[in-house]
């Protein structure tokens, strides 16, 4: 990758210690296509993230995809938010057109497009357990997809004010075993995550053969749910294929050309391996 002094510039940031495979994909998509952009990564402290929005507009930085803490900070300090993104109530990507930051959403794009290669979305039963800024993207993208979506999270309150905003039912996690009578079980929540590989809140036993299982967890690549799910015979989801297109529509959207799909998701599967 050759970078001089008209190379665009798009980075991804995060809070302090968080790692991103993002560069890892993006660059390897750019490499592929002969296109003139690098994409970095940075971590910030909340309170500079002001000052961080007003440095990519002075440094004409062309993209900015955003994970926590910042996804919903963010929307202070942008000049417009899309009508999508305002609904989900979170920007993942911002975009920098001479000047002018512009911010969207496509995480819940990464949810729908990744269960699509494994089934109908339309009409099926689905339980998203969370209520951050990823179960938010997954409720808004099945619901306009046509599922029926129950939402269970450990804290109540947040999950109460989540299907209000979205007009569905809400559980406390304690009542998991709802999820028998569910097609797609879809982890939002962050349990499952490297280092704390072993944690699970959804008993072994409560996953059958019928069910289709994504977990947003892409670190392990396979984890401890999607093992049992896999050992059942459900259908499973990586949490890699959800990031992978999320990153497909920003890498559209920061360049202007379809994302090489099969380069990008090999170098996020071999960048996995190596953790
Ligand atoms: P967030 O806004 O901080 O929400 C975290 C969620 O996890 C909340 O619902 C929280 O419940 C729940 N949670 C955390 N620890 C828990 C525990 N010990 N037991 C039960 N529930 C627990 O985070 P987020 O942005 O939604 O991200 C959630 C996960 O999705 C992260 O692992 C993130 O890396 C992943 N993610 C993946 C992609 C992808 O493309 N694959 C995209 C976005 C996010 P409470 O409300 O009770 O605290």
């Known amino acids: 990758m050759k970078i001089t002094s008209s190379t665009k510039i798009c980075m991804n940031i ?6 991103s495979m993002s560069p890892i994909m993006h660059n390897a998509g750019y490499q592929e296509l002969g296109l003139d952009f690098v994409y970095l990564s940075a971590s910030l402290k909340i309170e500079d993230l002001e ?3 007003k440095g990519v507009k002075a440094m004409q930085i062309r993209g900015v995809s955003v994970i926590i803490p910042f996804k919903q900070e963010i929307m202070n300090f942008l ?4 009508d999508t993104a305002k609904e989900i109530g979170a920007v993942n990507t911002v975009v920098n057109d001479n000047g002018r930051l ?4 496509t995480d819940w794009l990464g949810v729908v497009n990744s269960l ?5 979305i339309n009409g099926k039963k689905a339980a998203v357990l969370g209520a951050g800024g990823a179960a938010r993207a997954a409720v808004y993208g099945l619901i306009k997809k046509g599922a029926r979506v129950s939402i269970f999270n450990r804290t109540v309150e947040k999950a109460k004010k989540l299907a209000e905003d979205f007009d569905c039912e809400y559980f406390p996690l304690t009542d998991v075993e709802k999820i028998k009578e569910i097609d797609i079980i879809l982890n939002m929540t962050s349990v499952g995550m490297s280092p704390e590989v072993d944690k699970l809140f959804l008993p072994e036993n409560l996953i059958e053969k019928k069910h289709i299982v994504l977990d947003a967890v892409y670190n392990p690549h396979e984890t401890k749910l999607l093992k049992n799910a896999n050992k059942k015979g459900a259908k499973i989801v990586y949490g890699s294929e959800m990031l992978l297109h999320q990153g497909i529509e920003q890498f559209r959207m920061y360049t202007g050309v379809e994302a090489p799909e099969k380069i990008m998701r090999d170098a996020l599967l071999e960048a996995l391996r190596e953790e």
């Open 116 to 120: 699509k290669n494994v089934t109908e």
């Open 51 to 53: 000052d961080f929005v």
């Open 102 to 105: 512009t911010g969207y959403n």
């Open 79 to 82: 000049d417009n938010i899309d």
């Open 14 to 19: 995060g809070g302090l210690g968080r790692k």
